[in-house]
């Protein structure tokens, strides 16, 4: 008996198992008209669904960090103030200069800034008291050194957090950037520059406290 099958369109041969496994499938969507139809709807389902769920977990992630770096922020802010109740200044320069403890309002803005704060609220002060614990997953990751990394908050878009301190014991702190200032009433005012990376735009994320001018 003769080969049944067409030649392939390409007009080379073809494995005779698969083109018959094809060909049977192609032969049975034919005769019920059906699953060829029932493919294209669940297909067309798959489509949908994902353009309604990706989205919304995108969505749902950039909700979370946000949720994250507020929680942060709040727990920062607690530090710093737990911090002050105990040494009666703020976790800034070196605290064994007595004289350097009260000043201007302070911001850390340079990573050696945000490193010494952060390890005086970790434990390394006079009363050996961790007011603040920084995990592993907050390091920056494979871009930065390990050295770098240590002893850095960083928020979850990967920037330090910034600490404002009222420093001259006012309740106020001053934040100036780009020749501005905003005053804020609070002792301490614990900053993510959000999502855009950018300071002093409209995502920032920042501990809730009055703004006065
Ligand atoms: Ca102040
Ligand atoms: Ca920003």
Excluded at 17 to 29: D, E
Excluded at 35 to 52: G, P
Excluded at 175 to 191: D, E, N, P, Q, W
């Amino acid at each position: 008996m003769k080969n049944p099958l067409p030649p392939s369109p390409s007009g080379l041969p073809s494995p005779r198992s698969g083109f018959h496994v094809f060909q049977c499938s192609l032969s049975a969507s034919s005769a019920s008209g059906f699953t060829l139809v029932e493919m294209l709807v669940v297909v067309a389902v798959i489509a949908i669904l994902a353009s309604i769920l990706i989205p919304s977990v995108g969505a749902a992630q950039k909700s979370a960090k946000k949720r994250k770096a507020e929680v942060e922020c709040n727990a920062i802010k607690t530090a710093v103030e737990q911090f002050f109740s105990d040494f009666k200044y703020m976790p800034w320069g070196d605290p064994d200069d007595a004289k350097a403890r009260v000043g201007d309002d302070k911001w850390t803005q340079t990573p050696d800034e945000h490193k010494n704060a952060m390890s005086l609220l970790r434990g390394e002060n006079k009363l050996l008291k961790a007011y603040l614990e920084i995990s592993t997953r907050d390091a920056k990751g494979s871009s930065a050194s390990e050295e770098e990394d240590e002893g850095i908050f960083y928020d979850p878009w990967k920037n330090p957090y910034h600490i404002g301190m009222d420093r001259n014991l006012d309740q106020q702190v001053d934040y100036t950037y780009g020749g501005s200032t905003k005053t804020y009433k609070t002792r301490v005012l614990v900053l993510s520059n959000g999502p855009d990376g950018e300071p002093d735009t409209e995502d920032d994320i920042r501990t809730f406290d009055l703004i006065l001018d």
